[in-house]
């Protein structure tokens, strides 16, 4: 089933069109004009983020079909600052926290925050190169966290308890000390790991792990033409892995997941489905069972182009929450490391938008996770206004962030 949505945009100024009304649940207005800036960035990042002003975000002249008009534009709760990165382009992970909270890890951050946007604790140490991240939150409370450095290209992966102290490290007979590990899933008392490893013939390739509490993997599954980073696994043990399904038992493909337009770009699962968000010029999600049958595939594009849904996450319901980035085609508000602001849409089972987010910053919203208290954690980066410098000349730091919405 594909849902299909009304006009982005309202026709020759008429700004009561698809207007809707400011809620009590933190909803405002409905997004009414291609040309309009979205939310503010928050106090905690005021000076820190480079602001996108009204108009930066016009289009190409004309306004998409596609993108909800309906849907009431919706504040968060909070939003914090993480801390600064030297890099925009490494990877950003966000999970959960039993009880409240969620823990962030990228470059040169790994910290936690509660419920409330209070910073529990926060560490760079041995993250300072890291460029591949991956991050998972064990039952339990312990935090599993991976990283691939670009300096020395080794990998770290270690365990901590829930107040940030290394417990160990987490021990897995990857064939390389380089391997980059990009997902983390628990299976029972298993780990399942999604990473580039060495394959028989030495030559790296995308390879999926199982691994016991003793650290003894119990299967590995390599495939040099894999190439797409989509990880998620169902409590039944089905894997979507680059784009492959397969058994999380012995390995057995069941097929490929293939959307009906573009390609994989992020993956997870509610329940026994599978979630994906789709790069396809579009901002893009879809939906789809154990095998592979695409149960809906919507987009909701705003200008046209290159809009980037870059992860997904749902409740145990079928509410899902994507966030990503929409273009600024204003070139006189091109970053050094974005050219587009982050956003935040959530949906319902069948795909229909409920609200969304557009911040009115320069930069990106990386990942995103959904607490049991039904608490959606958002986090990015965007281009800061602080300077870096070195022998190769002068760039802007990357300011990290965290939002927390309500459905």
């Keep these: 089933m594909t849902v299909t949505f009304a006009s982005a945009c309202t026709?020759?100024?008429?700004?009561?069109?698809?207007?809707?009304?400011?809620?009590?649940?933190?909803?405002?207005?409905?997004?009414?004009?291609?040309?309009?800036?979205?939310?503010?960035?928050?106090?905690?990042?005021?000076?820190?983020?480079v602001e996108v002003s009204p108009g930066a975000s016009e289009g190409f002249g004309q306004c998409s079909s596609g993108w909800a008009t309906d849907a009431p534009a919706r504040e968060p709760e909070w939003t914090a600052h993480v801390g600064q990165s030297p890099e925009g382009f490494v990877d950003?992970?966000?999970?959960?926290?039993?009880?409240?909270?969620?823990?962030?890890?990228?470059?040169?951050?790994?910290?936690?925050?509660?419920?409330?946007?209070e910073l529990l604790w926060s560490s760079s140490a041995g993250l300072e190169s890291a460029g591949r991240v991956a991050?998972?939150?064990?039952?339990?409370?312990?935090?599993?966290?991976?990283?691939?450095?670009?300096?020395?290209?080794?990998?770290?992966?270690?365990?901590?308890?829930?107040?940030?102290?290394?417990?160990?490290?987490?021990?897995?007979a990857f064939n390389s000390p380089s391997a980059r590990v990009w997902g983390i899933e628990r299976l029972g008392e298993d780990l399942m790991i999604a990473?580039?490893?060495?394959?028989?013939?030495?030559?790296?390739?995308?390879?999926?792990?199982?691994?016991?509490?003793?650290?003894?993997?119990?299967?590995?599954?390599?495939?040099?033409?894999?190439?797409?980073?989509?990880?998620a696994v169902t409590p039944g043990g089905q894997v979507l892995f680059a784009g492959v399904l397969l058994s999380a038992e012995d390995g057995g493909v069941f097929g490929n997941l293939t959307p009906s337009t573009g390609n994989i770009q992020a993956g997870n699962n509610v329940g026994e489905d599978?979630?994906?968000t789709v790069s396809n010029a579009d901002f893009s999600v879809g939906r789809y069972s154990t095998f592979g049958t695409e149960r809906w595939?919507?987009?909701?594009?705003?200008?046209?182009?290159?809009?980037?849904?870059?992860a997904v996450a749902g409740t145990e319901s079928g509410e899902l929450v994507a966030v990503g980035s929409v273009p600024i085609v204003n070139f006189e508000t091109l970053g050094y490391w974005y050219t587009s602001e982050p956003q935040i849409i959530a949906t319902d089972a069948d795909g229909n938008a409920l609200w969304t987010d557009r911040v009115a910053m320069l930069g990106e919203a990386s990942d995103v996770a959904i607490g049991e208290d039904g608490a959606i954690y958002v986090v990015g980066g965007a281009e800061g206004?602080?300077?870096?410098?070195?022998?190769?000349?002068?760039?802007?730091?990357v300011e990290r962030w965290i939002r927390r919405y309500a459905f």
Excluded: H
């Excluded at 700004?15 to 106090?43: R, Y």
């Excluded at 039993?98 to 946007?117: C, Y």
């Excluded at 206004?385 to 730091?397: I, M, N």
């Design 11 to 49: 026709e020759d100024g008429d700004e009561g069109a698809d207007e809707v009304a400011d809620g009590e649940d933190g909803t405002t207005g409905g997004d009414t004009s291609c040309s309009e800036a979205g939310s503010d960035p928050g106090a905690a990042l005021e000076g820190r983020v």
């Design 92 to 117: 950003m992970k966000v999970e959960a926290y039993p009880g409240g909270g969620a823990v962030v890890l990228t470059n040169n951050v790994f910290a936690r925050f509660d419920g409330a946007g």
């Design 135 to 172: 991050l998972a939150v064990e039952p339990e409370g312990t935090i599993l966290a991976a990283y691939w450095s670009w300096e020395d290209d080794s990998t770290g992966f270690d365990r901590y308890d829930g107040d940030g102290n290394a417990l160990g490290a987490v021990e897995v």
């Design 195 to 231: 990473c580039e490893d060495e394959g028989a013939q030495g030559f790296f390739q995308s390879t999926l792990l199982r691994v016991n509490p003793m650290g003894e993997v119990v299967l590995r599954k390599g495939n040099p033409s894999l190439f797409s980073t989509d990880f």
């Design 274 to 276: 599978f979630v994906v």
């Design 297 to 310: 595939l919507q987009g909701y594009d705003r200008a046209g182009n290159f809009e980037r849904a870059l």
């Design 385 to 397: 206004t602080a300077v870096q410098s070195d022998e190769y000349g002068d760039w802007p730091v």
